[in-house]
Nanobody, 114 residues
Framework: QVQLVESGGGLVQPGGSLRLSCAASGIAFRFNTMGWYRQAPGKQRELVAS???????NYADSVKGRFTISRDNAKMAVYLQMISLKPEDSAAYYC????????WGTGTLVTVSS
């Protein structure tokens, strides 16, 4: 049974930082590219960062230089370090296989506001 559990979201002021975590189970984690997606109200879900099984990372232009994705295959975990957060980063964040996601977790909400 696939399970993805995201955590680490919260309310942060513009310019602040957050670190998101995702614990995965039920998937062949070490063989898959993993990604962080986000969905803001009224917008489509988008892939913002991904990391291959060879630890090569890719980022959407909107987060490049501010977000860092990492993974721990032994823990079946993927992380997203976010700095210099902007109000437009506010969204529900999800981890999943990239670029073809499967079952979604419940996500973790990030709100960037003063």
């Amino acid at each position: 049974q696939v399970q993805l559990v995201e955590s680490g979201g919260g309310l942060v002021q513009p310019g602040g930082s957050l670190r998101l975590s995702c614990a995965a189970s039920g998937i062949a984690f070490r063989f898959n590219t993993m990604g962080w997606y986000r969905q803001a109200p009224g917008k489509q879900r988008e892939l913002v960062a991904s990391i291959t099984n060879g630890f090569r990372a890719n980022y959407a232009d909107s987060v490049k230089g501010r977000f860092t994705i990492s993974r721990d295959n032994a823990k079946m975990a993927v992380y997203l370090q976010m700095i210099s957060l902007k109000p437009e980063d506010s969204a529900a964040y999800y981890c999943n296989i990239a670029p073809t996601p499967g079952v979604w977790g419940t996500g973790t909400l990030v709100t960037v506001s003063s």
